[in-house]
């Protein structure tokens, strides 16, 4: 294994941080995004019930990366689990018939999301380039759901779910990065 992309006192923790990580990350956010890209229409139990356990992963290699001191890969992913956590709360709430939807009160929690994934963008800039265009794609994403629900504009949630397709890729290339040891030295140290 590669460990020259590890950073200052990090281990090999920093790299299955990253590719386990970005992974669970890669893989919700396709599952989620194909319905806002109008692939598939409805809710999926099969998909829902995938967030909690992906996101019980991010917990756990979101601890080990701030204990390898890469703060950047933990804001993320303690961040994204929190994302899905909720998002698989609230899918889980309206499919039992015990939510009740609000209208445009979806886009306030979108909006900040994409408020937070933009500061995390913006400190983001120093660090990892591959990191940096992946938290674009997660904002544009949020925001485009938040304005979408706001005007009710169906090509916007289009547009956010292909921006939400684009941010899985970009997601598994940074694993896949990791794993062929491809990373910048402190790439995700902040």
Do not use: C
């Not at 396709?30 to 829902?48: D, E, H, K």
């Amino acid at each position: 294994m590669n460990t020259s992309v590890l950073g200052s006192g990090a281990s090999a923790r920093s790299t299955i941080t990253a590719t386990i990580g970005y992974l669970s990350i890669a893989l919700a956010a396709w599952m989620l995004s194909m319905t806002n890209a109008g692939w598939f229409a409805g809710v999926f139990p099969r998909t829902t019930s995938m967030l909690m356990p992906l996101s019980i992963i991010l917990i756990v290699v979101g601890v080990l990366a701030f204990v390898s001191e890469r703060t950047l890969d933990a804001v993320v992913l303690l961040s994204t689990a929190g994302l899905f956590w909720s998002d698989q709360g609230y899918i889980a709430a309206m499919v039992a018939g015990a939510g009740r939807v609000t209208p445009h009160y979806d886009a306030w929690g979108a909006l900040i999301w994409a408020v937070f994934y933009f500061y995390v963008w913006l400190a983001a800039m120093k660090a990892s380039s591959m990191r940096g265009v992946f938290l674009l794609a997660v904002w544009l994403t949020l925001l485009a759901l938040a304005i979408a629900d706001w005007s009710g504009a169906h090509a916007l949630t289009v547009i956010g779910g292909y921006l939400g397709l684009i941010a899985a890729i970009l997601a598994l290339l940074i694993s896949a990065s990791a794993i062929l040891g491809r990373e910048t030295p402190g790439a995700a140290t902040g």
